[in-house]
């Protein structure tokens, strides 16, 4: 059967396994490129359109429709990205002889400023989590994250070998399988070194009980074996409520973004918090700098006297 008379979910399932294969996509990375793709399937089969048919015209005015309907630069950026990777997958197993969104540039993305914590309420969420329910896990789980900046997904994930031993610095395993080393702070490495004794004793008594060992730091009785992400966003709120923080403020990636702007405020190499954040591009690491320009002129507007005058003055 040639591409042409396959349908468009075979398409999709094909590039999803090629991605994963080949590149060691993330669960994640997969499941979006599979939601925006089967999107674009959705409004080309109305249309008597397939994959194999479409044009630069057809994804175009699809982009267009997309933006009629109110979805973000960053949505309709990553909708095109997606397009864009199928079809190159598409060219190279010679399902297509050319490449219809080759040429077609995406709307760029907001620049938007990361929202972030100040080190007070950083310090609240880390005692709230120490003092909850399984604070030992839970406390371990915000030292680790504030200390390291790591994506929920990494930490979650954490293999307990990387524990082991009391390491100084962390490997970590990120994006496409890249592994990075990052350094752990005084009180991450005792919370985990305080976890992992526990975490040992529990795992000892489940397996004296016909239970497998697990080979998570962060173990859990559900299907992916490790504490989900769902379920770590939902304690992290908790821990804001307990601590007198605004939940609307705290998402694991705000920890992740405080970590980074804290960090640069306290004098860090861009280039060093690049690495420990694992973006391949400086460029990614640079929109903390406006983060700190926007602390320090408010700081300026603050304490300096002329400011101060002109504010008496009005």
């Not at 059967?1 to 080949?22: G, N, R, T």
């Not at 267009?64 to 199928?86: M, N, P, V, W, Y």
């Not at 709230?128 to 030992?136: R, T």
């Not at 406006?290 to 304490?303: C, G, I, N, P, S």
Request: glycine share 8%; with cysteine; proline share 5%.
């Amino acid at each position: 059967m040639s591409a042409a008379d396959q349908p468009m979910a075979h398409w999709v399932q094909s590039f999803i396994e090629a991605q994963a294969a080949e590149l060691d996509a993330a669960t994640n990375t997969q499941l979006a490129y599979a939601r925006d793709l089967t999107d674009f399937a959705g409004w080309l089969s109305p249309k008597s359109l397939h994959f194999m048919t479409a044009t630069q015209d057809h994804i175009e005015s699809y982009l267009i429709e997309c933006d009629d309907l109110g979805l973000s630069k960053a949505t309709r950026a990553r909708r095109l990205s997606a397009i864009k990777q199928l079809y190159r997958f598409a060219f190279e197993e010679s399902w297509r002889g050319d490449n219809p969104a080759i040429r077609i540039k995406g709307p760029g993305r907001s620049k938007s400023l990361p929202k972030t914590l100040d080190i007070d309420e950083i310090g609240r969420l880390l005692e709230a989590a120490a003092q909850s329910k399984e604070g030992l896990r839970n406390g371990c789980l915000m030292e680790l994250l504030y200390a390291t900046g790591m994506r929920v997904t990494e930490l979650v994930s954490l293999p307990v070998s990387a524990a082991r031993g009391d390491p100084a610095m962390l490997l970590v395993r990120g994006k496409g399988g890249k592994e990075r080393l990052v350094p752990l702070s005084p009180p991450a490495r005792q919370a985990m070194a305080t976890w992992l004794a526990a975490r040992d004793a529990l795992d000892e008594a489940a397996q004296q009980d016909g239970k497998p060992a697990s080979k998570f730091l962060f173990p859990s009785r559900g299907k992916l074996g490790h504490l989900t992400r769902h379920r770590f966003f939902g304690l992290i709120k908790e821990f804001a409520v307990a601590g007198g923080v605004s939940p609307a403020k705290v998402t694991p990636h705000t920890i992740r973004h405080a970590f980074a702007t804290h960090l640069l405020a306290g004098g860090a190499d861009l280039r060093a918090i690049q690495t420990m954040l694992g973006h391949a591009d400086v460029a990614t690491t640079e929109i903390y700098t406006h983060v700190l320009d926007e602390r320090l002129t408010a700081l300026v507007m603050e304490h300096h006297p002329l400011s101060r005058k002109s504010r008496e003055s009005e």
